[in-house]
């Protein structure tokens, strides 16, 4: 018969839930970029951009033909495993 200790049934206290919900929305994990627009046949060019934080920002930028512009944040993971929606 296995014995559950106090410790190991022990809630976190709402406080500990909300901090780690905040630290895990602030501090994502990141996943490595596994393709390129080439892998597709797609001309594109490396892009950078200095962020407020000192953060270096690196994304592609594709040429279209048309006058808009389309700005895509994967930061919720998607590394080119799929494809967004737009």
Avoid: H
């Avoid at 106090?6 to 501090?27: D, F, K």
């Avoid at 962020?51 to 930061?75: E, H």
């Amino acid at each position: 018969m296995t014995q559950v200790t106090e410790a190991a049934t022990a809630q976190p206290t709402r406080a500990e839930l909300i901090a780690g919900l905040v630290s895990a929305m602030a501090n994502p994990a990141r996943s490595p970029i596994l393709r390129s627009p080439a892998d597709d046949g797609i001309a594109f060019s490396d892009v950078f951009f200095p962020a407020m934080d000192g953060v270096t920002i690196k994304g592609w930028f594709i040429p279209g033909d048309s006058d808009r512009l389309i700005i895509a944040n994967l930061r919720s993971g998607l590394t080119g495993k799929a494809t967004p929606a737009i």
